[in-house]
């Protein structure tokens, strides 16, 4: 297995891409700190990990929260002794545009997304470099990031941040042989979020696209080149590969997972049978 002997701590574990993630982590080996502010998505990711024959743990945390965020490093520290993996997943979503954003609102998302990174990539790499582990950190970026989507400023701009800060990261960890990359998902498959949820036993209001469909077509995955769109899974071996020594040369680097939706040439659909 790929990350046999590896402790990874992913925040925002839902049961839809970052569960997906954590539990592909877990299946090439490594062990799990499971970091959502609700404490049952928490819990039952870590539970899924621990079914499947290895080590977790669940800590709630808000990710914007300094204390919080030093308290979970703490944990995970007496709990495991370092962490070798930082997947930053935590998200929150608002599908508002420019015109309606309150500027509260404005400020706490852009605060899940950014801040919580920049916080859990501060403390861990810290103690990376403490214990002298060359580990690897994985920034969870979105299609949105790379383009502009109306009626979601919020995330778009901070997704696009995330791009720059997984590049500016790995130049300052560089040196201390932690690499850092990100992955962009894309639109995605709710099923296997759906059953997910439905296995670790907790409620999900399902995937964002499903909350706002304004402009979008009723099958999203028609217009990707792959004709489908991809699932959480498809994820989670993205990040094993990037967390695994197969990658161990690669860093400041986005793996887009995304069907060929970004490379596509903007007048083309391919579901289109003229």
Partial sequence: MKLEGKVAM???????IMGGIAEGLAAEGADLVCIDINPKYAEQCAKSVTDAGRRAISIACDV?????????????????????ILVNGATLFNTKGILDMPLDEWRRQTDVLLTGAFLFTK??????????RHGNMINIISTAG?????????????KGGLLNF???????????????????????????GLER?????V???????????????????EGLPMQKMPSPSHYGKAAAFLASDEAEMITGFDLRVDGGAIAKYWIWDPGSDS
């Fill in 64 to 84: 914007t929260d300094q204390a919080q965020v030093t308290a979970a490093v703490a944990q995970a520290k007496e709990a495991f002794g370092c962490v070798d």
């Fill in 203 to 221: 409620d999900w209001p399902g995937p964002r696209m499903g909350q706002r469909m304004r402009g979008w077509p009723a099958n999203p995955g």
């Fill in 123 to 132: 403390f861990i790499a810290k103690e990376m470099i403490e214990h002298g």
């Fill in 166 to 192: 997984t590049r500016a990261v790995a130049m300052d960890l560089a040196e201390h042989c932690i690499r850092v990359n990100s992955i962009t998902p894309t639109a995605t498959d709710r099923e296997e």
């Fill in 197 to 201: 949820a439905k296995r670790w036993g």
């Fill in 146 to 158: 790379h383009q502009g989507e109306p009626g979601n400023i919020g995330y778009g701009t901070a």
């Fill in 10 to 16: 992913v925040t925002g574990t839902s049961p839809n």
